[in-house]
């Protein structure tokens, strides 16, 4: 039996061959809106779903179908579909699970912008989230009604330093018969692996670390395989005959690839959240060396989060990386290669100081992203988190003393001389 191969090897090769046509070692970018029929008969297989193939880039373009097995083996998944961006990717996990009057149970500690879109925007397809502190399972448990049909949290959650319980999450979810739905973004595979955990479904912003360069929005769903769509009759889409398919069972015949399936021939199809071939080569391209800099990130995280830790002008910081931290002790089970790079911390000087070392800071970069190799910071209270409440602001992490750091992978004592010049007038 030949070895497996392990992740630093899969995330080069995962999914990519030479190209069959020229012998193109890189994976080349098909920039292309259609493809050719063979003749009538093969377009007709490949319309009805009984043949794997080419159409139109809305549904499934070549460079963009390497990068979705490369990310589901990376994951552990079974399949993958690629989007254009992580909240599309979040939408298109919840089309085929939803409907009108339906609920999801979300973590309170969620990135800002995925708060928004429960709370407010997903209420227009008459859909509904309920937030709950995933630190209380009791809460969780209680929270979950005949009309849920999914949970669906952070693994290593946004802005916080927090890292959620999946293995108790994921206990509950399959004991409730709901599937999963984990947020990897920013623990990315090689930090933390939700299926492994009970996820069924693992999501990403693949604009932030997968890509890692800050070039292209994109966003993927990983799908398990593992949940059986079909038990508990609560997923008609997936387990219903479907009339655009002549009456086609999506999980009777595609088995565990159902929900990938389903995700390009219908949520594609007709959503159109559809992921560039251009988009797909600056996230290959980065995935390449995915650990190589997710280790710098972190090495660079920790020197940096100890080394705030220790200053007087700091209040508190926030990393799970450190002993001190609450969650400390899931690093090792949830994931045991580090806490993740993205912290925030509290500065002496509450909303006015956080402000002033905003604006004083030379390498770091005051932008709403994270992720990059480059150090990004935000102060959340202003920006990404100001539509919430001051309360909902303080549950998620996101007080208006707190600023959110995304650590590069620059030198880690030329990001400390930077936070301490503009600490020092920030503070003064
Ligand atoms: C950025 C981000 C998103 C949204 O992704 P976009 O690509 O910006 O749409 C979702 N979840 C997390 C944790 C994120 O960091």
């Known amino acids: 039996m030949t070895q497996p191969y392990g992740f630093a090897t899969l995330q080069i090769h995962a999914g990519s061959r030479p190209d069959p046509a020229t012998g193109a070692r890189q994976t ?46 990376l994951e552990g998944g079974a399949g993958a579909v690629c989007c254009s961006s992580g909240h599309a990717a979040q939408i298109m996990a919840l089309f085929p699970l939803m409907g009108p009057g339906r609920n999801i149970v979300a973590s309170t500690r969620l990135y800002g912008g995925t708060l928004t879109q429960f709370s407010q925007t997903i209420r227009r397809f008459g859909w509904s989230a309920k937030f709950v502190d995933f630190d209380d399972l009791a809460a969780l448990e209680s929270a979950i009604d005949d009309d849920t049909r999914a949970i669906f949290c952070e693994a290593i959650a946004n802005p916080g330093g927090y890292i959620t319980d999946l293995p108790a999450v994921g206990a509950l979810a399959d004991r409730m018969g709901l599937p999963l739905i984990v947020d990897n973004t920013t623990a990315t595979p090689w930090l933390c692996r939700p299926i492994e955990h009970g996820a069924t479904l693992v999501v990403h912003s693949t604009t932030k670390y997968l890509t890692g360069n800050g070039t292209v929005t994109g966003g993927a769903i990983v799908d398990s395989g593992h949940f059986n769509w079909s038990a508990s009759g609560k997923f008609p889409s997936l387990s219903a005959p479907e009339p655009a398919y002549h009456g086609l069972k999506f999980h009777e015949t595609f088995g565990p690839l159902a929900f990938t399936f389903h995700g390009i021939a219908v949520g594609l199809r007709d959503l159109g959240m559809t992921m560039n071939p251009q988009a797909a080569h600056y996230t290959l391209l980065g995935i390449e060396t995915l650990s190589l800099r997710m280790e710098r ?132």
């Open 297 to 428: 990130h972190v090495a660079n995280a920790e020197r940096i989060a100890r080394w705030l830790e220790a200053d007087p002008r700091i209040e508190s910081v926030t990393y799970a990386g450190l002993p001190s931290s609450p969650w400390h002790h899931r690093v090792a089970q949830v994931c045991p290669r580090g806490a993740g790079a993205l912290f925030t911390f509290a500065v002496r000087g509450g909303y006015e100081a956080c402000v002033r070392l905003v604006n004083n800071l030379n390498l770091f970069s005051h932008v709403a992203n994270l992720g990059d190799t480059r150090s990004l910071i935000i102060h959340p209270a202003s920006t990404t988190h100001r539509q919430l409440s001051p309360e909902a602001q303080r549950a998620a992490g996101a007080a208006p003393n707190v600023v959110r750091v995304s650590i590069g992978i620059e030198d880690a004592g030329d990001l400390i001389a930077d936070l301490d010049q503009a600490l020092a007038s920030a503070t003064a």
């Open 28 to 73: 080349p970018i098909y920039q292309t809106t259609a493809f050719v029929f063979r003749d009538a008969d093969h377009a007709a297989a490949l319309f009805n779903l009984q043949e794997v193939g080419y159409i139109y880039s809305r549904l499934t373009n070549p460079t963009v179908s390497v990068l979705q097995e490369r990310i589901a083996t």
